[in-house]
């Protein structure tokens, strides 16, 4: 008996499927176009909101993460331990690299803090501050970094080095008065170097531990500016001069950077900590060598994102209930008809839900549409500029996925619910309109 | 074939009561043509609503082919009203984004049977009832004789036991009256039972038998001799 109960039940409501299939494809074949278009427009801006705007908000931060790993980590980034001045067992290490299939290229660099004086003819006058500043000189060699990061870009003003010539360096714009977006901020503590341009000569000074400092004087080639601070804030000369330039442990290097399939970098990660054994070093994917603040800063933005798509995923509730309720209410008398001659009220329900669904899916294909069509491949070539990255649209499928979920299910429940109200009504009390 | 036993219904409103029916009783025969006649407010349509399970009484049973179908469930009750009971409603009750056809179409489906089971059932009913030019017209596109009878159509598309009709001749002017009562008179003369409310005792007079309510009673049974459509329209 039970059996025949559930199997009754079942059939009926296939029977209510097909039949609010049927009523739902004509309601909405049938409906007013200018309403149809309105709804479906207000579901696609939904869409927009519900994946654009937090995609923007996340694209931000993915923006200064993507410029990170382009501009100066590569997918590798190979850096001493806490405490330590260079990488331990670099000659091997980087001989292991060039022979690793999977690497693709290596920028291995020297490294050192340093004080660069600013002005060399005229000595400060009494109680005034000198033009010095304290900062860090990265050596570069010229071609494996072009690999890696495509350095030359970097070049504002002046020229990039050359590999054959030295005496030359180039001087990120955040450490010049002249070109420094923090100039005008007057912080303590930050000492910005004055009346340094392209073509200036500049003092270097390398202290040691035992002896006197190091000093060499340079010519600054270039200014180099980009919106990852490790360039910005830095003075690159060639890697060979550095290196010659360095007290000790002049074989040993400050960075390498490794550029390889970035789905592979856990995987070389890994094979590198084997490889360096008891030698120690920091072996980080791009990803983890972020700073912590910067991926705080991305779960806070999806955060802030999800709150504000949830504002239009009410609103879009709200339109489609009130729409749905409208067009029911004023069918109210035909509900109460159809369920008189013996449709279940089932079927109907199905077939306003039907017709909610058909909106919230036209207005998503609609808003995919754009988004991958149109959007990200746009914002891909022309990010936005802010000041500290080049924002994308960081719109993965899996996440479009699951909000375009969550719409259909708010249109579900927002479909749902105002055909039951109406059709919970007394059956006689629609028909004749009491 | 359906049988009232001692109906009351009784409708509130606040403190106040209103009886509209008083404890109805008759019974009506397979293949009978009843007409219920009364003044407004005697509990004619009520009465109606009763027998075909649109409402349910205060009081008192329904008998439907000795099954007392006023102590089933809805769902059960739906489905006797979706499978064995056909309306003809006073303003025709079409669903207005439905073309006629798909109007006949929608209990068909709900019945269960085959897209073309249904398809050719609904097109059948439509040209029983002379609209078989006019499928496709959505009720706006059609007069209201011609919705009428698309009504009738849906009521009758899957042979129902019983076909109700509450003044289906309210709306509609003198010869399209007499065109529907005639689509009555022979689906009548094919066998089918008709419960027809009119306010017209003219048209009653077209039935097999009318019963007469005054006041939620019914006062008068009379069975009389039948008088064809064609008779009436001649005068």
Redesign the interface.
């Known amino acids: 008996m039970a059996i025949r109960s559930k199997n009754h039940r079942i059939a009926r409501t296939i029977l209510a499927f097909r039949l609010g299939l049927f009523l739902a494809v004509r309601q909405v074949r049938r409906a007013n176009p200018w309403t149809t278009a309105l709804v479906i427009s207000i579901m696609t801006l939904t869409f927009l909101n519900l994946v654009v705007v937090s995609g923007i908000l996340i694209g931000l931060i993915s923006g200064s993460f993507i410029q990170f790993r382009d501009s100066y980590s590569g997918d590798v980034l190979i850096t001493p331990t806490s405490g330590r001045d260079y990488i331990e067992n670099s000659p091997a290490l980087v001989a292991f690299l060039k022979g690793y299939p999977e690497v693709k290229a290596i920028a291995p660099r020297h490294g050192a803090m340093v004080q660069i004086l600013g002005t060399l003819n005229d000595l400060p006058e009494q109680n005034e501050r000198p033009n010095r500043s304290a900062i860090r000189l990265s050596g570069i060699d010229i071609a494996q970094e072009e690999e890696i990061t495509r350095f030359s870009r970097f070049v504002q003003y002046g020229e990039m080095l050359k590999q054959d010539e030295e005496g030359y360096v180039l001087i990120g714009a955040n450490m010049l008065k002249q070109y420094s977006s923090f100039a005008d901020a007057d912080i303590p503590g930050l000492d910005l170097l004055k009346d340094v341009g392209v073509g200036s000569r500049i003092r270097i000074i390398l202290a040691r531990k035992d002896g006197d400092p190091i000093v060499k004087e340079v010519t600054v080639k270039g200014i180099v500016k980009s919106k990852v601070d490790q360039i910005s804030t830095r003075m690159f000369m060639v890697d060979r001069e550095l290196a010659r330039l360095l007290p000790a442990n002049k074989e040993q290097l400050q960075e390498i950077a490794v550029k390889t399939d970035p789905a592979y970098a856990p995987e070389l990660v890994a094979q590198l900590k084997r490889f360096m054994g008891s030698n120690e070093a920091r072996i980080q994917t791009s990803a983890e060598a972020i700073p912590s603040f910067l991926r705080d800063i991305e779960t806070t933005m999806g955060m802030l994102g999800n709150a504000i798509s949830s504002i239009a995923l009410v609103v879009a509730s709200i339109t489609i209930f009130i729409v749905i309720f409208i067009n029911a209410i004023t069918r109210r008398k035909f509900i109460g008809i159809l369920k008189g001659i013996g449709v279940d009220s089932l079927a109907i329900e199905i077939a306003y839900v039907m017709q909610a669904l058909f909106y919230a899916l036209v207005g998503s294909a609609l808003g995919a549409l754009i988004v991958y069509g149109l959007l990200e491949p746009y914002l891909a070539k022309n990010p936005i500029d802010f000041p500290f990255s080049d924002g994308i649209l960081v719109v993965p499928w899996d996440g479009t996925a699951i909000r375009t979920g969550v719409l259909l299910i708010a249109t579900f429940l927002a479909g749902y619910i105002p055909s039951r109200l109406i059709t919970r009504q007394n059956t006689l009390d629609a028909i004749l309109n009491r | 074939m359906i049988r009232a036993d001692n109906i009351v219904k009784i409708f509130k409103s606040g403190d106040k009561e209103l009886r509209a029916l008083k404890g109805v009783s008759f019974t009506i025969g397979s293949g009978e043509f009843v007409s219920i006649i009364g003044r407004s407010g005697s509990g004619k349509s009520t009465l109606l ?1 009763q027998l075909g399970l ?2 349910h009484p205060t009081s008192g049973k329904v008998f439907l082919d000795n099954t007392e179908v006023t102590a089933l469930g809805k ?1 059960e009750r ?6 064995d ?3 003809v ?1 006073q303003d025709y ?6 073309t006629a056809f ?1 109007n006949v ?3 068909l ?2 019945q ?1 049977l085959t897209n073309g089971d249904a398809k050719r059932k609904a097109v059948q009913a439509l040209e029983r009832v002379g609209l078989g030019e006019r499928l496709g017209n ?1 009720p706006s596109k059609l007069s209201g004789g011609e919705q009428q009878r698309v009504s009738i159509a ?2 009758i598309a899957h042979d129902p036991k019983i076909l109700f009709a509450d003044e289906p001749t309210a709306n509609l002017d003198n010869d399209t009256s007499l065109t529907i009562l005639k689509i009555f008179e022979e689906l009548h003369r094919s066998g089918q039972t008709i419960i027809m409310v009119t306010h017209e005792p003219e048209y009653a007079k077209m039935s097999d038998r009318t019963l007469s309510l005054f006041d939620g009673e019914v006062v008068k049974d009379e069975k009389h001799a039948h008088k064809a459509v064609e008779q009436h329209a001649s005068g």
Do not use: H, W
């Open positions: 609503y649109l409402d769902a739906t489905a006797i009203r979706l499978n009971l056909g309306y409603f009750a079409l669903v207005p984004d439905l798909e179409l929608v209990p489906l709900m269960g959505v849906r009521a």
